[in-house]
């Protein structure tokens, strides 16, 4: 986790869309995403459900409205790849307009090649091969492109969950994967977007030989100002801090967000906060009561380890799923429920 300690990517704060296909069938198309091929929902051993991603096709997310000039986006992915000798498939990721179209009619695939505003192309490879361009375009026409970069984080983690994080802040385009910090371009947003695609090409291996899977689609908008919020509002509360399933595990993608508490901590040794834990209402009551309690503390111990935050300048305290801020029958309401609260004391 310590590889994580200079990331700096904030989640948004207002969740749009959160999708990590719970409530798909298996062996189903995930009902709210669109494709111009197939794929099917899949379930992995630790029972987190993940869709599959088929050579030859596109892949877009469930959004319509257009995106503000400041949001934030993230997901999971593995890339089940194992060489034979040939080349892998190319995995290209583009922000689109998609207009008025509707995201699952099968219009919205014109508009990607009309209304392309950002595409990311990874070539996927072996021994230190895997390279990465971005490119921008403006009516068709391409307006900038990067020159090719190595990507070896993703070869590196080739069959384990990958997490990718993009933020836009007005013209500011910034993009990890897991720890690495792949772009950070200043002035490269030119227009606005609403739709992500996710493309694999087609390659001489068989669908069975590799696998492409997504997950834990996150949409959220907003920059939070932590520091004006907890120091001077008295009160920050996030779903940008997430952990493990069932789990009081930290994942390393929310440190970034972990990180600017601690700064906030750092300018004002005086100030003492409570850290409360807060889940969504799948599982027991008295589960979700503890287990919210022991988020709360991995938090206040990432705090301490971290970024040197006194203990004693903290208390815990978990609260389960008894106050929800939206309803727990949609991934989004329950994304919005899995919050941590920080309060000055």
């Keep these: ?5 200079k990331f700096d990517f904030v989640a948004g704060e207002q969740v749009l869309i959160a999708d990590d296909f719970s409530q798909d069938a298996i062996g189903e198309f995930a009902m709210h995403w669109n494709t111009n091929n197939k794929g099917e929902v899949v379930a992995m051993k630790d ?11 596109t892949y877009t997310s469930p959004n319509s409205k257009m995106l503000p000039e400041n949001f934030t986006m993230e ?18 990721f583009t922000l689109f307009n998609s207009g008025a179209e509707s995201p699952t009619g099968n219009t919205v695939f014109k508009k990607l090649h009309e209304n392309k505003a950002v595409v990311m192309n990874f070539f996927l490879g072996e021994g230190n091969n895997t390279r990465s361009t971005l490119a921008t375009y403006a009516k068709h026409y391409e307006t900038f492109k ?32 897991n720890e690495q910090k792949v772009y950070d371009m200043p002035k490269i947003i030119d227009d606005q977007f609403n739709q992500l ?11 069975d030989e590799l696998g492409f899977y997504i ?16 120091l001077t509002e008295g009160k920050f509360s996030t779903t940008g801090i997430t952990f493990d399933v069932n789990s009081d595990v930290i994942r390393p993608s929310s440190l ?3 990180k600017e508490i601690g700064t906030a901590l750092q300018s004002d040794p005086s100030v003492k906060i409570r850290i409360t834990g807060h889940t969504d209402s799948d ?3 008295a589960t979700n009561d503890a287990l919210s309690k022991k988020r709360a503390e991995a938090v206040k111990k990432a705090l301490t380890d971290i970024h040197g935050i006194a203990q004693d300048r903290m208390e815990t305290e978990g609260k389960g799923a008894s106050v929800p801020v939206a309803e727990n029958t949609s991934p989004e309401g329950k994304a919005k429920n899995r919050r941590v609260e920080f309060n000055k004391l």
């Excluded at 997901?75 to 290209?92: A, N, R």
């Design 1 to 5: 986790m310590l590889a994580y300690s």
């Design 47 to 57: 029972n987190t459900k993940w869709l599959k991603l088929a050579q030859a096709g």
């Design 75 to 92: 997901f999971d992915m593995i890339l089940d790849l194992q060489t034979k000798g040939y080349l892998y498939p190319e995995m290209t």
């Design 146 to 177: 990067t020159a090719v970069q190595t990507v070896k984080v993703l070869e590196d983690n080739y069959k384990k969950p990958v997490h990718f994080a993009i933020s836009v802040q007005k013209t500011r385009f910034r993009m990890w994967i």
């Design 197 to 207: 695609a996710i493309a694999v090409s087609s390659s001489n291996y068989k669908d």
């Design 215 to 230: 997950s834990n689609f996150k949409l959220a908008t907003g920059y939070p100002d932590v520091r004006s919020k907890l």
């Design 256 to 258: 970034g967000v972990i």
């Design 283 to 285: 599982g027991s009551a």
